[in-house]
C-alpha cells in the first residue's frame, strides 16, 4: 500500500480517536451497571440533575437570546471597534474557566454593577442565579461563533430583494433572515446547552459548590472524587457524557440536513 | 424625466464610481453594458437604495430619493441566481410583496395573473430548490413586477440560463414588462439582450460611462476603440 500524506493523516485520527473512546469507554466498564443506576436514583443526583437541565436551560435562553443580535451585528454590522467587540466576546472560550469564574465574582460582588444588582434584590453571588450566570457566560461565546459564521454564511442579496420589496430593516431579520439561519439556531442551541451543562470552574467560583444547593452535574463528580465516592462520581460523568454525546448527534444530523 | 441621475460617485474602498449622469425616460428599457468589474453592478445597488453614494443625486419623478431607504423607493430587482427565499414556496414568493399592502383575495388574484402570463401557474405549490434555472427565473420576475414597481432592476438575469431558456424568457420578459408597462435597467454582458430588448444602451468601464445611446448608435458609431471591440464594432 502506497503511503501517502492523505493516509498518514487518516492512521493519525484513527490511532487518537481510538485512545479517547478507550478513556469515554472505562467510564462505562467500570462500575456496576447495577451501582450506576442506584447512584442515579439517590436524592444527590437526582438534585444536581433536576438543577444542571433548569439552570443550562435558562442560561442557554439567555445566551441564545443575546447571540442573535450579537452574532447578526458582528456578521452584517460595519462599525468602528468590531474586531475589539469580536475578541471581547470569543475570549471566555481562551482562558481557563476558572479565571472567568473570578472576573465574574468581582464584577458582581465589588463593582458598582454588583451593587445596583443587589439592591434591586437580586443576590448572584454563591446562589443558584449565579450558576445560571456562570452558564451564561461560559456557553455565549460558543453561541456567539456559531450564529456569526450562520449569518455570514446567508447571501445578504436575499435581505436586499426582501427590502426592495417594501420590507423595513427588522422586518427583513423576522421574515427571511431568521427562517433561514434556523438551523444554524438549533445548531447554537444545542451547542451551547451543551457547554452550559458541563460548565465547572466559573460555576464553582461564582456560585459555589454548596452540596444540594448549588449543585449542578460537574460539582457532584467534583465533590464525589473529593469524598472518595468514586461510583457517584463515574455516575454523574455518564450522565453527563450521555447529554454531550445526544448534543453532538443532533448538531451533525442538522449539519447534514442544511438544506439551504 | 422619469428618472435623473446626477454625478453620482460611489466609494467602496476597492472600487469607485465616478460621476454618473443618467437620463431615463418612462417605459425605457436601458441595458447597461461593460466588463467584469466595470460597476454594473454597484450602479444598479446604488439605485436600489443599497449603498449610501458620497456624491450626486438620484431623482425619480421629481423627488430626490437619494437617501430613501430601499424599501420606501418601489423598486423591485432581480438576480443572476434568482435569490428565491428557499423557505417558501412560488406562490409565497410572488405574493410576498404584496402582503404588506394587500388583502388576501387581491393578492391571489395578482400572483395567479403573473403566474399565469410567465407560465408557471402549475408551479406556484413547488419550493425552489425543485425548480429548474428558467422556472427560478420567471418565478424571481414574477415576484419583481407583481408588486408593480416604478423601476425594475435586473442583475444579469439571463445569464445562468440555456441559450433556448434564454430565448424563451426574453421573449416572455418582453411580453409581461408590456403589460405593466415598468421601466427597466438591465445589466448585461451579453449582446442578444442589447439587441431583443434595450431602447438605450449605456456602455461603462472601471467605474465611468464611456458612452450612451440607442443600440442602433453604440453599435454603429462608438466613441472610443474599447467601445468598438466590446461590442464587435468596426470604428469608422
Known amino acids: 500500500m502506497q503511503v501517502s500524506f492523505k493516509n498518514i493523516c487518516i492512521a493519525v485520527s484513527i490511532f487518537f480517536t481510538l485512545i479517547l473512546f478507550i478513556a469515554i469507554s472505562s467510564l462505562f466498564v467500570v462500575p456496576k451497571p447495577h451501582d450506576v443506576i442506584m447512584a442515579l436514583r439517590t436524592p444527590e443526583m437526582v438534585y444536581s440533575l433536576k438543577l444542571s437541565v433548569l439552570t443550562a436551560l435558562m442560561a442557554t435562553t439567555c445566551a441564545i437570546s443575546m447571540a442573535i443580535p450579537i452574532g447578526y451585528a458582528l456578521s452584517k454590522g460595519s462599525f468602528r471597534g468590531k474586531g475589539i467587540v469580536k475578541s471581547i466576546v470569543d475570549l471566555p472560550m481562551a482562558f481557563p474557566e476558572l479565571v472567568l469564574g473570578l472576573a465574574l465574582l468581582l464584577l458582581f460582588g465589588n463593582t458598582a454593577i454588583g451593587k445596583i444588582i443587589e439592591a434591586m434584590g437580586i443576590r448572584i453571588v454563591f446562589t443558584k442565579a449565579g450558576v445560571v450566570v456562570a452558564q451564561f457566560f461560559t456557553g455565549l461565546p460558543y453561541a456567539v461563533r456559531i450564529l456569526c459564521s450562520t449569518f455570514n454564511s446567508i447571501n445578504p442579496r436575499y435581505e436586499l430583494v426582501s427590502r426592495s420589496l417594501g420590507y423595513g430593516e427588522f422586518e427583513t431579520f423576522k421574515n427571511v433572515t431568521l427562517p433561514l439561519a434556523k438551523n444554524g439556531i438549533f445548531a447554537a442551541t444545542i451547542i451551547t446547552f451543551a457547554r452550559c451543562i458541563g460548565a465547572f470552574g466559573a460555576v464553582l467560583i461564582l456560585a459555589g459548590g454548596s452540596y444540594m444547593k448549588t449543585e449542578i452535574l460537574p460539582i457532584t463528580l467534583y465533590l464525589n472524587i473529593s469524598y472518595g465516592n468514586i461510583g457517584m462520581a463515574i455516575s454523574s460523568g455518564i450522565v453527563l457524557i450521555l447529554i454531550s454525546f445526544l448534543a453532538i448527534a443532533t448538531f451533525e444530523w442538522l449539519e447534514r440536513g442544511n438544506v439551504y | ?236
Open chain 2, 1 to 236: 424625466m422619469f428618472i435623473k441621475i446626477v454625478h453620482l460617485s460611489i466609494d467602496l474602498k476597492d472600487f469607485q464610481l465616478r460621476n454618473v449622469n443618467l437620463d431615463i425616460e418612462k417605459g425605457d428599457y436601458v441595458v447597461i453594458i461593460g466588463p467584469t468589474g466595470s460597476g454594473k453592478s454597484v450602479i444598479l445597488e446604488t439605485i436600489a437604495g443599497f449603498y449610501t453614494p458620497e456624491a450626486g443625486k438620484i431623482i425619480l419623478e421629481g423627488q430626490d430619493i437619494t437617501h430613501f431607504p430601499p424599501e420606501k423607493r418601489n423598486m423591485s430587482i432581480v438576480y443572476q441566481d434568482y435569490m428565491l427565499f428557499p423557505h417558501m414556496t412560488v406562490y409565497e414568493n410572488i405574493a410576498y410583496g404584496l402582503k404588506k399592502t394587500s388583502d388576501k383575495d387581491h393578492i391571489e388574484k395578482e400572483v395567479k395573473t403573473i403566474a399565469s402570463l410567465l407560465k408557471i401557474e402549475h408551479l406556484l405549490h413547488r419550493l425552489p430548490g425543485t425548480l429548474s434555472g428558467g422556472e427560478c427565473q420567471r418565478t424571481a420576475i414574477a415576484r419583481a413586477l407583481v408588486v408593480k414597481p416604478r423601476l425594475l432592476l435586473m442583475d444579469e438575469p439571463f445569464s445562468a440560463l440555456d441559450i433556448k431558456t434564454k430565448k424563451e424568457l426574453r421573449q416572455l420578459v418582453k411580453t409581461a414588462l408590456k403589460e405593466y408597462q415598468t421601466t427597466t435597467i438591465h445589466i448585461t454582458h451579453d449582446l442578444d439582450d442589447v439587441w431583443h430588448l434595450a431602447t438605450k444602451v449605456v456602455m461603462i468601464r472601471k467605474g465611468r460611462v464611456l458612452q450612451i445611446g440607442p443600440p442602433e448608435h453604440i453599435f454603429t458609431n462608438p466613441t472610443d476603440d474599447f467601445v468598438a471591440n466590446f461590442v464587435g464594432a468596426n470604428r469608422s
